[in-house]
């Protein structure tokens, strides 16, 4: 039997069984509308609510600080927008590394002629927080930078951001979508407005995340029609996905040391086999993002004269699945906007590959995906 490692966890991971088995019961015997009045309707309402105090409390938020959204694209439209449209002239900031999520919603702004600035990035994939400093004014509304990169895992000092947004009055927020169950989140001691997250990312289902929003932040509703969210985000919400979203959420943020460790040790297999097949960095690759302030398991490797798209398919038929860059990206053949940013010249950034091991894979995965890219390596060069 064909040998399936799945080692692209910063694209999607595979569903929680705890959260399966909720959602599938859910599903089938608690369809009742949380809105309706009557008693069959209660047992809904009282999921939703318990869901909604678990996921603030598993971030150090407050239940009705947590909005339900259909994940982290629609979580960064809805904090981006809502804010930039209730600060008619004012200006939004964020960074050049950003998800498209973001950096489109911007593009989006700019075309309502609303100004945006894109802050640099350091070699590290690190926004430096003087750089902050030396863009923002008083006809700011908005910062949003990112806790963690997708494509290279960087993790961003947003607690200075954040410090600094505030002395300026404007509102801080950050796309949290994959640091959020796999590093601690806190959102008083990160201390920013608004936060977005995805289940998918962290073992829940797709299609649900929510959009943390300190009480008192003032925001236009951006999706109108029934009262749901507080007003804000209108819609019948998806109670199974999001009884789902709270029971993978609590199990990875209870489980959050192991997790790391196993993926720590994943990253240092992988580095240990390929320096053993006789690969080493620097020479045969090169490794993007900054090594310490990163997500564990999340490694952007750049192989020189290499295709990264013959590189994926070659591991695919290897039965590795591994991105190029951001999965979002994967229709488009262009040179990551990131590893750009970073100043990663076009030959090196052409030869990138991203490994995202998550807490299912084992430390022969890494073995195997460190051999089969030795392997493929030297038949391609
Ligand atoms: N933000 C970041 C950093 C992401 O990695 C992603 C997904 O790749 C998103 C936003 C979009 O999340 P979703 O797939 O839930 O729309």
Same mark, same amino acid.
């Given at each position: 039997?064909?040998?399936?490692?799945?080692?692209?966890?910063?694209?999607?991971?595979?569903?929680?069984?705890?959260?399966?088995?909720?959602?599938?019961?859910?599903?089938?015997?608690?369809?009742?509308?949380?809105?309706?009045?009557?008693?069959?309707?209660?047992?809904?309402?009282?999921?939703?609510?318990?869901?909604?105090?678990?996921i603030a409390s598993c971030i150090n938020a407050l239940p009705d600080e947590i909005?339900?959204?259909?994940?982290?694209?629609?979580?960064?439209?809805?904090?981006?927008?809502?804010?930039?449209?209730?600060?008619?002239?004012?200006?939004?900031?964020?960074?050049?590394?950003?998800?498209?999520?973001?950096?489109?919603?911007?593009?989006?702004?700019?075309?309502?002629?609303?100004?945006?600035?894109?802050?640099?990035?350091?070699?590290?994939?690190?926004?430096?927080?003087?750089?902050?400093?030396?863009?923002?004014?008083?006809?700011?509304?908005?910062? %949003? *930078?990112? /806790?963690? +990169? =997708?494509?290279?895992?960087?993790?961003?000092?947003?607690?200075?951001? &954040?410090?600094?947004?505030?002395?300026?009055?404007?509102?801080?927020?950050?796309?949290?979508?994959?640091?959020?169950?796999?590093?601690?989140?806190?959102?008083?001691?990160?201390?920013?407005?608004?936060?977005?997250?995805?289940?998918?990312?962290?073992?829940?289902?797709?299609?649900?995340?929510?959009?943390?929003?300190?009480?008192?932040?003032?925001?236009?509703?951006?999706?109108?029609?029934?009262?749901?969210?507080?007003?804000?985000?209108?819609?019948?919400?998806?109670?199974?996905?999001?009884?789902?979203? %709270? *029971?993978? /959420?609590? +199990? =990875?943020?209870?489980?959050?040391?192991?997790?790391?460790?196993?993926? &720590?040790?994943?990253?240092?297999?992988?580095?240990?086999?390929?320096?053993?097949?006789?690969?080493?960095?620097?020479?045969?690759?090169?490794?993007?993002?900054?090594?310490?302030?990163?997500?564990?398991?999340?490694?952007?490797?750049?192989?020189?004269?290499?295709?990264?798209?013959?590189?994926?398919?070659?591991?695919?038929?290897?039965?590795?699945?591994?991105?190029?860059?951001?999965?979002?990206?994967?229709?488009?053949?262009?040179?990551?906007?990131?590893?750009?940013?970073?100043?990663?010249?076009?030959?090196?950034?052409?030869?990138?590959?991203?490994?995202?091991?998550?807490?299912?894979?084992?430390?022969?995965? &890494?073995?195997?995906?460190?051999?089969?890219?030795?392997?493929?390596?030297?038949e391609l060069v």
């Amino acid at each position: 039997m064909k040998r399936i490692v799945y080692a692209d966890n910063a694209a999607t991971t595979q569903l929680d069984s705890d959260a399966y088995k909720a959602m599938s019961e859910i599903l089938q015997r608690e369809y009742g509308n949380p809105s309706q009045p009557y008693s069959f309707s209660r047992a809904a309402k009282k999921l939703l609510a318990d869901a909604r105090e678990s996921i603030a409390s598993c971030i150090n938020a407050l239940p009705d600080e947590i909005y339900f959204t259909s994940g982290g694209t629609e979580s960064d439209n809805c904090a981006i927008k809502s804010v930039a449209f209730n600060n008619s002239s004012k200006a939004v900031i964020t960074s050049q590394i950003e998800h498209h999520a973001i950096l489109r919603s911007c593009e989006f702004l700019e075309k309502q002629k609303f100004p945006v600035v894109y802050l640099p990035v350091a070699h590290d994939g690190i926004v430096r927080p003087e750089i902050l400093k030396r863009y923002i004014t008083n006809n700011v509304s908005l910062v %949003s *930078i990112m /806790l963690a +990169n =997708n494509e290279i895992g960087t993790i961003q000092p947003i607690g200075e951001f &954040a410090e600094t947004t505030h002395s300026y009055g404007a509102i801080f927020h950050t796309d949290a979508v994959q640091a959020v169950g796999h590093i601690k989140v806190d959102v008083k001691e990160l201390t920013v407005d608004m936060l977005s997250a995805s289940a998918h990312k962290f073992n829940g289902p797709k299609g649900v995340g929510f959009l943390y929003i300190k009480r008192g932040t003032k925001l236009l509703p951006y999706m109108h029609g029934g009262q749901q969210e507080q007003g804000l985000r209108a819609g019948t919400e998806n109670v199974a996905s999001i009884v789902g979203m %709270s *029971i993978a /959420l609590k +199990n =990875n943020v209870d489980h959050l040391k192991e997790n790391r460790k196993l993926l &720590a040790n994943l990253e240092m297999a992988l580095f240990a086999r390929l320096q053993y097949n006789g690969f080493s960095e620097n020479v045969n690759y090169f490794r993007n993002g900054n090594t310490q302030e990163h997500i564990d398991g999340n490694v952007s490797l750049s192989f020189k004269g290499i295709d990264g798209e013959i590189l994926l398919h070659r591991l695919d038929l290897m039965g590795i699945s591994v991105s190029t860059g951001s999965a979002c990206d994967s229709v488009n053949t262009k040179i990551s906007h990131v590893l750009t940013a970073i100043g990663i010249s076009q030959e090196i950034a052409k030869g990138t590959i991203r490994i995202s091991f998550g807490k299912n894979n084992v430390v022969d995965d &890494a073995v195997y995906i460190a051999d089969s890219i030795t392997r493929v390596i030297n038949e391609l060069v």
